[in-house]
């Protein structure tokens, strides 16, 4: 299991990383309402040839949740550019999912944040995105937060598995439930839904052109929160985008084919 048991301080708000391996830098960016764990049977296969850096994000995972705190993409990404100064990081390569991929754009695009190389798996980045549960959830913040804990523990667990094509344990769910339960988890959770906005993607999406690094774009075939169609949309706008469908691969692809984000990180990185 990895755990980033390090710490920044950034913005008022405590921000948990952590590394592993050696070599080259790569860089691992989670999505919502993920934590660096979603890289715990990628991370240390790509390690035996990268210097691995994970974190969590802002208001998720192991990072400081409080009340009034801003966990929107619009200070993601200058979370991930602090990240990056922090680690005196220059060209890292690249691997972002979900949110994270829309975070590393932003980053790349509004802070001048330059990559070697960048992988995308199923990435929020371009319109409509946001599924009923997140709009529902946007209007009634407040009484969602206020629900009973074997509530919140019965949402969180069809939600997050939701996101995957197969069917989780209730041990593989555990790390993506805990961060999420409890007087401070609960309400972290429902902050952060309340705060996603598709602004903060229309700021970018019609600059993905501008791209200054090599792109691939991995998208399961089976997602349910993101279709394949929006992947194929998005690879049209990046240039010299290398698009891969993955068979039998939901949303939360580091979970269904953990395989094949190695297998496209080792093409991508290697050439």
Not at 21 to 40: A, E, I, K
Not at 171 to 186: H, I, N, R
Not at 195 to 201: A, G, I, K, L, S
């Amino acid at each position: 299991m990895m755990i980033p048991t390090e710490r920044f301080d950034w913005n008022g708000t405590s921000i948990a990383w952590g590394s592993i391996g050696s070599g080259p830098p790569l860089v691992l960016v989670h999505g919502t309402p993920f934590s660096s764990h979603v890289w715990h049977r990628v991370a240390p296969e790509l390690s035996r040839s990268h210097t691995i850096y994970f974190y969590d994000l802002p208001g998720y995972g192991s990072s400081g949740k409080f009340e009034g705190q801003d966990v929107s993409l619009g200070i993601q990404n200058e979370a991930l550019a602090a990240m990056l100064a922090f680690w005196q990081l220059d060209r890292p390569d690249v691997i972002a999912h979900d949110f994270g991929g829309a975070t590393a754009l932003r980053a790349h695009l509004l802070n001048g944040c330059d990559y070697q190389r960048l992988l995308l798996i199923d990435p929020v980045a371009i319109r409509p995105w946001g599924s009923p549960f997140v709009r529902h959830v946007r209007l009634n913040e407040a009484a969602f937060a206020g629900v009973p804990d074997y509530i919140q523990l019965a949402i969180l667990k069809a939600y997050i598995s939701g996101a995957v094509a197969r069917k989780l344990s209730d041990s593989e769910l555990e790390p993506y439930v805990a961060p999420w339960t409890g007087p401070t988890g609960k309400p972290a959770f429902y902050r952060q839904i309340a705060q996603m906005d598709q602004r903060f993607t229309d700021e970018v999406q019609d600059r993905y052109g501008e791209l200054r690094c090599k792109v691939a774009l991995l998208w399961g075939e089976e997602d349910q929160w993101i279709p394949l169609e929006r992947g194929r949309e998005l690879a049209a706008m990046l240039p010299n985008c290398a698009f891969a469908p993955v068979p039998r691969s939901g949303h939360l692809m580091q979970e269904d084919a953990p395989e094949a984000i190695v297998a496209a990180a080792v093409r991508l990185f290697t050439n």
